[in-house]
């Protein structure tokens, strides 16, 4: 069982900048991609975000690219978004995922959907003010 914590939310001025962690208990973290997710108030839950089980390879929402940063630290368990020049639009609930185990070791990410995410912690709030 794998559970997810994540942390690091608040509330920033547009512009700023704002790192959020997930931490994971469980083996199964250092080797599955690991994404972040957003949801706004009213709207579905979006990808923003995802990374190999290496670090080796990373993908992003075309709306964060160039801003935002996933990056993992698999001896700490932890998974890192370091979001910059931050938009009242990334105003959201932002989740971190665990894929599925099928994945383990994959060089390739998953599809840049829910199904794929097994596990997924409870979100922390990201506000931005214009």
């Known amino acids: 069982q794998v559970q997810l914590v994540e942390s690091g939310g608040g509330l920033v001025q547009a512009g700023g900048s704002l790192r959020l962690s997930c931490v994971a208990s469980?083996?199964?973290?250092?080797?599955?991609?690991m994404g972040w997710f957003r949801q706004a108030p009213g709207k579905e839950r979006e990808f923003v975000a995802a990374?190999?089980?290496?670090?080796?390879?990373?993908r992003y929402t075309d709306s964060v690219k160039g801003r935002f940063t996933v990056t993992r630290d698999n001896a700490k368990n932890t998974l890192y978004l370091q979001m910059n020049s931050l938009k009242p639009e990334d105003t959201a609930t932002y989740y971190c995922?665990?894929?599925?185990?099928?994945?383990?070791?994959?060089?390739?990410?998953?599809?840049?959907?829910?199904?794929?995410?097994?596990?997924w912690g409870q979100g922390t709030q990201v506000t931005v003010s214009s």
């Open positions: 990374i190999t089980w290496n670090g080796f390879n990373t």
């Open positions: 995922a665990a894929a599925a185990s099928s994945y383990r070791y994959s060089e390739t990410l998953p599809s840049s959907t829910q199904i794929q995410y097994a596990y």
């Open positions: 469980g083996r199964i973290f250092s080797s599955v991609p």
